[in-house]
């Protein structure tokens, strides 16, 4: 029987200094000798994980948190956030202070030139400020944005934009998907291609935009170091990422 596991990048794949175990990369290698699919489900973009597909020669993922689903390097599910809705919010959050960075599958683009929220919060993924665009939402594919402001201030947004999803990833930032993408979905369009059956379906993580997946799959692993709400879900908690999460994991559900 085929079975494919999912694996989230921060956090899961990379540890708490953005570094991949080597326990990690190992185990990974053993999956795939032993005829499992491996691919990532994450909420970054394809362009800020390039290194780790080619360090673990993976070429599916689920990007964007389901918004982009690659298959053996094709497109194979693409859901990106309405434009005109997109404009009313650029213009709402600039009057509030808040910015935005836009994000496609190539490169991203800020609102302003700098804010401390955006340096801290990208540095925290060691990715650097990007160059401030406050049009390169237009006639371009937007899969996901995100929003720069402190905890609870996005929940003044939620009544007023239905067509999106807010999750919060860092004290200054947030997530915004188009209204009912998750990683799940994007993980049922891939398994649908492959015809997978959903209990051969594992998945790692230990996030907030994790929950549903954990919760979607056959078999759901929250990190030791995963949120309350992730451990609550998932059929096995692991170690910790810098204790060998993945390796324990893994063999303990005797995949490798």
Same mark, same amino acid.
């Given at each position: 029987?085929?079975?494919?596991?999912?694996?989230?990048?921060?956090?899961?794949?990379?540890?708490?200094?953005?570094?991949? #175990?080597?326990?990690?990369?190992?185990?990974?290698?053993?999956?795939?000798?032993?005829?499992?699919?491996?691919?990532?489900?994450?909420?970054?973009?394809?362009?800020?994980?390039?290194?780790?597909?080619?360090?673990?020669?993976?070429?599916?993922?689920v990007s964007f948190n389901g918004q982009l689903v690659i298959f053996e390097n094709e497109v194979i599910?693409?859901?990106?956030?309405?434009?005109?809705?997109?404009?009313?919010?650029?213009?709402?959050? $600039?009057?509030?202070?808040?910015?935005?960075?836009?994000?496609?599958?190539?490169?991203?683009?800020?609102?302003?030139?700098?804010?401390?929220?955006?340096?801290?919060?990208?540095?925290?993924?060691?990715?650097?400020? #990007?160059?401030?665009?406050?049009?390169?939402?237009?006639?371009?594919?937007?899969?996901?944005?995100?929003? =720069?402001?402190?905890?609870?201030?996005?929940?003044?947004?939620?009544?007023?934009?239905?067509?999106?999803? =807010?999750?919060?990833w860092h004290p200054y930032s947030v997530d915004v998907l188009p209204k009912g993408g998750s990683k799940?979905?994007?993980?049922? $369009?891939?398994?649908?291609?492959?015809?997978?059956?959903?209990?051969?379906?594992?998945?790692?993580?230990?996030?907030?935009?994790? %929950?549903?997946?954990l919760k979607a799959v056959g078999t759901g692993i929250a990190m030791g170091n995963g949120v309350p709400?992730?451990?609550?879900?998932?059929?096995?908690?692991?170690?910790?990422?810098?204790?060998?999460?993945?390796?324990?994991? %893994?063999?303990? %559900?005797?995949?490798?």
């Amino acid at each position: 029987m085929k079975k494919i596991v999912f694996f989230d990048i921060d956090g899961t794949l990379l540890d708490h200094e953005k570094k991949l #175990p080597n326990s990690t990369k190992k185990a990974i290698k053993l999956l795939k000798e032993n005829g499992i699919f491996v691919a990532i489900a994450t909420g970054r973009a394809p362009f800020m994980f390039k290194s780790l597909l080619e360090e673990l020669d993976i070429d599916s993922f689920v990007s964007f948190n389901g918004q982009l689903v690659i298959f053996e390097n094709e497109v194979i599910y693409e859901n990106a956030l309405n434009q005109q809705e997109l404009e009313r919010f650029l213009h709402d959050t $600039k009057k509030k202070g808040h910015p935005l960075i836009f994000m496609n599958e190539k490169t991203m683009k800020a609102t302003v030139t700098h804010h401390s929220f955006i340096e801290i919060s990208m540095g925290s993924l060691k990715l650097p400020h #990007p160059g401030e665009d406050a049009s390169f939402y237009v006639e371009r594919n937007i899969y996901q944005s995100l929003l =720069f402001c402190e905890a609870k201030e996005e929940q003044e947004y939620f009544q007023e934009y239905q067509q999106f999803d =807010f999750i919060r990833w860092h004290p200054y930032s947030v997530d915004v998907l188009p209204k009912g993408g998750s990683k799940a979905e994007g993980i049922k $369009k891939m398994i649908e291609r492959l015809g997978f059956d959903l209990k051969d379906v594992y998945a790692f993580g230990d996030g907030l935009n994790d %929950l549903e997946m954990l919760k979607a799959v056959g078999t759901g692993i929250a990190m030791g170091n995963g949120v309350p709400e992730a451990k609550e879900l998932a059929d096995l908690i692991t170690s910790d990422v810098s204790e060998n999460g993945i390796w324990n994991g %893994l063999k303990e %559900l005797q995949l490798i």
